[in-house]
C-alpha cells in the first residue's frame, strides 16, 4: 500500500516515514525524560574535607595500639597521645553529625597494619599535623579554633616523639 | 578582631617577662638557649601584633611594668612550671584569634599558637610533668 511506502520528501531528502518515526522516537523519549528514566543521576556529595582530619585521627590512635601489643612498656609514655587522638575523633565526629569510624574501616591507615616504629609515627604524626594545618587555614568560622587545636596538637606529638 | 589581638599581645608581653626569669634558672647552656629562643620568638609575636593593631588604628595597650607571679621563681622546677604556664596562657590567647583571622593572619595565629604548644611540651618534658600533650591546646579548661 501506498501508506507503507518510503515517500521521498522534497526539501529535506528525508522519507516521511523515517520523519514520523523520529519524530515519535522524539516524543517517547521527552516523555520518559519526564519520567525520570534517563535523568543524570544526582552526582554523590563531595566528602567533607573534614573527613580527612577524623579519619587520620582514628588510625593514628589505633597506631599507637598497635604498637603497645608489640612493647607494652610505651604504653605509660605514649598512651596519652593516644587518648588525645581519640578525644580528636569524638570531638570531630559530633561535628561531623557521624560515629567515629572503626580503624579497620577507615582509609588514612598510614602506618598500615603491622606495628609502626616511633620513627615511623613520627612522620605519620608530620603528615597528620599538615593534614590538619591545612584544613584549618581554609577553615569555616566555626571550625578553625578545634581544627587549629588538633593541629597544633600532633605538632606536640611530634616533639613528643623525639 | 581587634580584641582577640589584644589578648594575645597581653599574652606575648607576659611571657616576654616571664622567660626573663625563667632563664636565669634553668640548668645546662642548653635549657638557657632554648629560653632564650623562646624570648625571642615571643618578642617577634609581640612586634607582629603591635603592628597589625596599628595598622587596624586599633589602640595598643600598653605592657605593666611588672607582673606579679603566682608563685616564687627560686630554682628550675619553679621556673619551669612558669615556663609552662605561660605557653599554655600564650596557646590560649592565639586559639580565639583562628575564628577572627584569615588567610596570612589566620596562618601566623596558628604558627603561634602551635609553637607555644610545642614549647610547653618540651618544658613538661624537662620538668617530667606527665602527660606531656594535651589534646587541645589553647582550649580553655
Redesign the interface.
Known amino acids: 500500500m501506498v501508506l507503507t511506502e518510503s515517500v521521498r520528501m522534497s526539501r529535506t531528502g528525508h522519507s516521511r516515514r523515517w520523519v514520523l518515526g523520529a519524530a515519535g522516537a522524539g516524543l517517547g523519549a521527552a516523555a520518559l525524560t519526564g519520567c525520570g528514566l534517563f535523568d543524570d543521576p544526582e552526582p554523590p556529595a563531595a566528602p567533607d574535607p573534614l573527613q580527612a582530619v577524623l579519619d587520620e585521627a582514628v588510625a593514628l590512635a589505633a597506631a599507637y595500639d598497635r604498637l603497645f601489643i608489640s612493647k607494652p612498656d610505651l604504653r605509660a609514655r605514649l598512651g596519652p597521645l593516644a587518648d588525645d587522638h581519640r578525644a580528636h575523633a569524638a570531638e570531630l565526629a559530633r561535628l561531623l553529625d557521624t560515629t567515629v569510624p572503626s580503624a579497620a574501616a577507615s582509609p588514612a591507615t598510614g602506618t598500615g597494619a603491622t606495628a609502626a616504629g616511633l620513627a615511623d609515627l613520627r612522620k605519620t604524626e608530620r603528615l597528620a599535623q599538615k593534614t590538619a594545618s591545612t584544613y584549618c587555614l581554609r577553615a569555616p568560622v566555626a571550625r578553625a579554633a578545634l581544627t587549629g587545636s588538633i593541629a597544633a596538637c600532633r605538632a606536640t606529638h611530634v616533639e613528643a616523639l623525639r | 578582631m581587634s580584641d582577640q589581638l589584644a589578648v594575645a599581645l597581653a599574652a606575648e608581653e607576659a611571657a616576654i617577662y616571664a622567660y626573663g626569669l625563667v632563664g636565669v634558672q634553668l640548668d645546662g647552656a642548653d635549657n638557657r638557649d632554648e629560653a632564650r629562643a623562646a624570648q625571642q620568638a615571643h618578642r617577634q609575636r609581640r612586634d607582629y601584633l603591635v603592628l597589625r593593631l596599628a595598622r587596624a588604628s586599633s589602640a595598643t595597650p600598653v605592657a605593666p611594668a611588672g607582673y606579679r607571679l603566682p608563685f616564687p621563681i627560686t630554682d628550675q622546677a619553679s621556673a619551669l612550671k612558669l615556663a609552662i604556664q605561660v605557653e599554655d596562657g600564650v596557646?590560649q590567647a592565639w586559639?580565639?584569634v583562628?575564628?577572627?583571622t584569615e588567610?596570612a593572619d589566620?596562618?601566623t595565629?596558628?604558627s603561634a599558637?602551635?609553637d607555644?604548644?610545642?614549647r610547653?611540651?618540651?618544658w613538661r618534658?624537662l620538668a617530667e610533668v606527665?602527660?606531656?600533650?594535651?589534646?587541645?591546646?589553647?582550649?580553655p579548661g
Do not use: K
Open positions: 596557646a586559639r580565639p583562628l575564628p577572627v588567610n589566620r596562618s595565629a596558628l599558637l602551635t607555644a604548644a610545642v610547653a611540651t618540651r618534658r606527665t602527660p606531656v600533650t594535651m589534646a587541645f591546646p589553647g582550649r
